[in-house]
């Protein structure tokens, strides 16, 4: 398979632990999306990734969240401090051209209790 | 700022007819993109169409085709012979083109229920 893929699937966690998802583009996109989407909701932009470049942040982006891709090739999330507002799907996209379609991946389900 | 108001939450349609899904966008940017997406109960959001602001004509994929009326800033997705794999969340978004804001902005996306 060499569309998006995302890790873990789902993920239930404490109040106030820590979470980290992990997405793998597909292999020739250099450009890299996160979107967070709450049910009812469409996806809502979080961060996006120009090879290891981080060139925009939303500011649904608080401080405790943080986005990395160090090689410009897979990419993490990380949330600090968890909270139930936290509690979402997690999605990750990836294209070629910089206003083409994206390709999203299957999405890490975060459940905070 | 760009916005993005999917009027319908729910949608029934018989198998093989057709179905429009309804779409109206506000922007203030001369130049940008229409994208229709599709949410099965697996939660990957699958790419169905694309439609530039600029085109001349209305983009087909298959059995979908785009409505677009840029006066009235709208661009409805018609599905055309539905089939209950159609059954899902369908979302439509926007992005500007050009520049340096890359982010795809979504609509609260339709329920398609597709009925045998």
């Known amino acids: 398979d060499t569309g998006v893929s995302q890790d873990p699937r789902h993920k239930i966690t404490k109040r106030g632990q820590n979470v980290t998802f992990r997405c793998d583009p597909i292999?020739?996109?250099?450009?890299l999306y996160w979107y967070r989407q709450t049910l009812g909701q469409g996806p809502e932009f979080l961060t996006y990734?120009?090879?290891?470049?981080?060139?925009?942040k939303s500011r649904l982006l608080s401080d405790r969240f943080s986005a990395e891709r160090p090689k410009g090739s897979f990419s993490t999330l990380e949330i600090q401090r968890t909270e139930q507002g936290d509690s979402a799907m997690y999605l990750c996209a990836s294209s070629e051209t910089p206003f083409g379609e994206l390709f999203f991946g299957e999405g890490s389900r975060l459940t905070v209790l | 700022a760009q916005k993005i108001t999917q009027t319908q939450p729910g949608m029934f349609v018989q198998e093989k007819e057709a179905v429009t899904l309804d779409c109206t966008y506000d922007t203030s940017d001369p130049s940008y993109g229409l994208f229709w997406y599709k949410q099965p109960s697996s939660g990957e959001m699958i790419f169905l169409i694309y439609?530039?602001?600029?085109?001349?004509q209305n983009a087909t994929e298959g059995r979908y085709s785009l409505n677009f009326q840029k006066a009235r800033k709208s661009a409805n997705l018609v599905i055309s012979a539905s089939q209950l794999g159609d059954s899902a969340m369908y979302f439509c978004?926007?992005?500007?083109?050009?520049?340096?804001?890359?982010?795809?902005?979504f609509g609260k996306g339709t329920l398609l229920t597709v009925n045998p």
């Open positions: 439609q530039g602001s600029y085109d001349q």
């Open positions: 292999s020739e996109h250099n450009r």
């Open positions: 978004a926007m992005r500007r083109s050009g520049g340096s804001n890359y982010k795809l902005t």
């Open positions: 990734f120009q090879n290891e470049a981080q060139l925009e």
